[in-house]
C-alpha cells in the first residue's frame, strides 16, 4: 500500500520487449538505497516489483494488462516518473490509502498557472468520475491530490508549488496522459450501495431505510 506522497522522482533509463510485455529499466536516485529485488515502488502510480536491481537502476516487469490500463508503456528512455516506496507499517499516512492498482487514464486538458500555484483540468471517462465526488481523494500519477471541482466531462485539482516542483506534474502539458486511482473507500461504498439497489431498481430513500439507514 502507498499514500500518494511523492518520495523522489526518477528518470527511465532504458525499456525493452521482453514476451508479452517489457522490462523498464529506471533511475530510482537515492530510493535505491535499501532496496531490493522484490520490493514494491508505485511509479506513476503504478505498483511494479523490482526484478532485478544494478546500481541504482532497477528492472521492472511490466505485463500486458499494466500496459494496457496504464501509461507505463507511453514511457520513453529520459522520461521522468514520480516515485513512491510502499508504506513500512510504522509509516505515517500523509495522503490517502493508494494501492498502485490504476483504474484507468485521462488527459490534460487546461493548465491555470496563478503565479506559483496552478489549476489543472483533466478530461476522463464516465466510468472513472463516477468513482469521484468534490473535495474527495484521487491519485494523478501517484500523487495524493484533492479534487477542486468535478462535472460530467472531467475533473480540477488545485496545485501548491511544493506539488508542482518535486513531483514529474510540475512539467506536464495540455494533452498529456496520465494514470487514475479512484478513492478505495468511494469504490468500496459504491459497490456496495449497488447491491442493495439491485441491477432495474436503482437507490431510493425507502430502500436504504429499510436497510437500516
Not at 51 to 64: E, I, Q, Y
Not at 66 to 80: D, E, P
Not at 150 to 169: V, W
Amino acid at each position: 500500500m502507498f499514500t500518494g506522497i511523492i518520495e523522489a522522482v526518477g528518470t527511465v533509463r532504458s525499456i525493452r520487449s521482453a514476451g508479452g510485455g517489457k522490462v523498464v529499466g529506471i533511475d530510482l536516485g537515492p530510493l535505491a538505497q535499501g532496496a531490493g529485488t522484490g520490493n514494491s515502488i508505485a511509479v506513476n502510480g503504478v505498483c511494479l516489483t523490482i526484478s532485478r536491481l544494478s546500481g541504482s537502476v532497477a528492472d521492472f516487469d511490466v505485463s500486458a494488462e499494466t500496459l494496457a490500463r496504464s501509461t507505463i508503456g507511453r514511457l520513453w528512455a529520459g522520461a521522468v516518473v514520480n516515485l513512491e516506496r510502499a508504506m513500512a507499517a510504522d509509516g505515517r499516512f500523509g495522503g490517502h490509502m493508494v494501492l498502485g492498482h490504476v483504474d484507468g487514464t485521462a488527459r490534460v486538458e487546461a493548465i491555470d498557472r496563478r503565479g506559483d500555484f496552478c489549476e489543472m483540468r483533466f478530461a476522463a471517462a464516465a466510468e472513472l468520475l463516477d468513482e469521484m465526488v468534490a473535495k474527495g481523494s484521487v491519485a494523478v500519477d501517484g500523487i495524493s491530490l484533492t479534487i477542486a471541482s468535478l462535472d460530467e466531462k472531467g475533473f480540477s485539482i488545485a496545485l501548491i508549488p511544493t506539488t508542482l516542483r518535486e513531483t514529474a506534474l510540475g512539467t506536464a502539458k495540455v494533452g498529456d496522459v496520465v494514470n487514475i486511482e479512484t478513492d478505495m473507500l468511494i469504490k468500496a461504498v459504491r459497490k456496495y450501495l449497488g447491491k442493495i439497489a439491485g441491477p432495474r431498481q436503482g437507490l431510493t430513500i425507502e430502500k436504504l431505510r429499510e436497510c437500516g439507514f
